[in-house]
């Protein structure tokens, strides 16, 4: 059974990017509520099922936690920046155990579905952008993402160019190189019908460079799964 664990450690390992692209499906993990989690796993099942080209194929889950900031006490949020190590370390350790067993019930299908798997995770409060900084530095073509009928109808009524939420700001602003495939309730969503803003390509040209670039983490799993942290 694959697992997942962060060590803070020296190392520079990261995820084996030098795959064939066509080879590499990157399906989103939303954080959040049990509907997104539904969301995610029904891109992942539907990933398995139609997207995975062959053998050699492997999927990484992509998925992105929120900056800790506060750590919680009885008298309410401490900024982590007072806390005393003991208590940051105690929270970044059931942190970390959350985010392992969030995202194991995916890591369990695949390998009871015989897929290869990794992880990247990424620590950022903008979920889209994070995404987004992405597609350029794993050089990602394929990009399977989770949906609920809600996020879709926020697509279909958003007027402004990636103005919505975070799946309006993936969709509009991912490089052409980068295909974006939407499933919701298990089917792959046409974007046609959703974007009615953008008659022709779904994709927006490649947004201009960001002043902010992805930063390692010194975090990474052994064992069956390997995990690449990036930091904004």
């Not at 989770?146 to 109808?153: P, Q």
Request: aromatic share 6%.
């Amino acid at each position: 059974m694959p697992s997942i664990t962060e060590e803070g450690n020296n190392s520079s390992e990261y995820c084996s990017y030098d795959r064939n692209a066509n080879d590499v499906v990157y399906v989103v993990t939303w954080r959040g509520s049990d509907e997104l989690l539904s969301a995610s796993m029904d891109a992942l099942v539907w990933t398995i099922g139609s997207d995975l080209r062959g053998p050699s194929s492997i999927v990484y889950l992509v998925h992105v936690f929120p900056e800790l900031r506060f750590i919680p006490t009885p008298l309410g949020r401490l900024p982590i920046s007072q806390a005393n190590p003991e208590q940051k370390e105690s929270y970044v350790i059931d942190e970390r155990s959350k985010r392992a067993e969030y995202l194991q019930k995916f890591l369990s299908l695949c390998s009871s579905s015989k897929v290869q798997v990794e992880t990247v995770l990424i620590e950022s409060d903008m979920e889209a952008k994070a995404i987004l900084d992405l597609i350029p530095i794993l050089n990602i073509r394929n990009l399977v993402i989770g949906a609920t009928k809600s996020n879709l109808r926020k697509l279909k009524s958003s007027s402004k160019r990636g103005g919505g939420g975070t799946l309006d700001q993936i969709i509009h602003n991912a490089p052409e190189c980068c295909e974006v495939k939407v499933i919701c309730d298990g089917k792959e969503v046409s974007l046609q019908d959703h974007l009615t803003n953008e008659p022709a390509s779904p994709h927006s040209p490649a947004p201009s460079p960001r002043e902010t670039t992805l930063e390692p983490m010194q975090d990474h799993t052994n064992g069956f799964v390997k995990c690449g942290c990036f930091k904004l």
